[in-house]
Each structure stands twice: as structure tokens, then as C-alpha cells.
Nanobody, 127 residues
């Protein structure tokens, strides 16, 4: 099972940007579809962005389209989430997730099939 460690969270003013990183251990990184989820206080964990195993397919929650970009670097076993034009409603703990045994063009947008989770990184956006 892959081990995931997120970083890059912090406090930012509304309209600002942050880049989250997720470092994956192991030599089977390319076997995993990768996703970002977030959980705000008192709310359920929700999908934010996903990228397929081959990096060719991406998908975003509507509220993130045009503002967030997910990418992966197979040479470094890293997944990134570039977040621009941040809003106070983006405040949450952001979790990196890995799902194995999916076709290389499939994206994972639900927690149901996730195999591994990171511990999360807190993003706070002030108004």
C-alpha cells in the first residue's frame, strides 16, 4: 500500500494562491489514480480534483473548475494541487488519496474506492 504525505497548506488571504504537494512512497506510484478531497469543519469529506494513472485525464468539482489544477510527476512520485483565486469557502483540511486497480484513464471522484489516504494539510483562507 502506498504511503501519502501532504504539504503546502497554510493561511492565505482571499484571492491568493497555494500549491499543495503529495509525496507518495513506493515504486508503484504509476499504478494509482490520484485524487484530492477536503473536509471543512462540521462537514463531510468531499471530492475536489482527480487525475488518472497516466495523467491524461483530470476532473474537478464544479467549485474548483478554472481555479484549481491537479498534476502529477511520475519521476518524483508527486501529486500537486495548484489553487488560485482562493475563497474563504475553500477553507478545509485537504487530503491526498490513492486508488489502485483502475484503468489508466479513469479518475476517482468518490471515497468509496480509495485505498490509501494521507493525514491531510490544513488550508485556511481569510476574507
Amino acid at each position: 500500500q502506498v504511503r501519502l504525505v501532504e504539504s503546502g497548506g497554510g493561511l492565505v488571504q482571499g484571492g491568493g494562491s497555494l500549491r499543495l504537494s503529495c509525496a507518495a512512497s513506493g515504486r508503484t506510484f504509476s499504478s494509482y489514480a490520484m485524487s484530492w478531497f477536503r473536509q471543512a469543519p462540521g462537514k463531510e469529506r468531499e471530492f475536489v480534483a482527480a487525475i488518472s494513472r497516466n495523467g491524461g485525464t483530470t476532473y474537478y468539482v464544479n467549485s474548483a473548475k478554472g481555479r484549481f489544477t491537479i498534476s502529477r510527476d511520475a519521476t518524483k512520485n508527486m501529486v500537486y494541487l495548484q489553487m488560485n483565486s482562493l475563497k474563504p469557502e475553500d477553507t478545509a483540511i485537504y487530503y491526498c488519496a490513492a486508488t489502485k486497480d483502475v484503468a489508466d484513464t479513469i479518475v476517482v471522484v468518490t471515497t468509496t474506492f480509495v485505498d490509501s489516504w494521507g493525514k491531510g494539510t490544513l488550508v485556511t483562507v481569510s476574507s
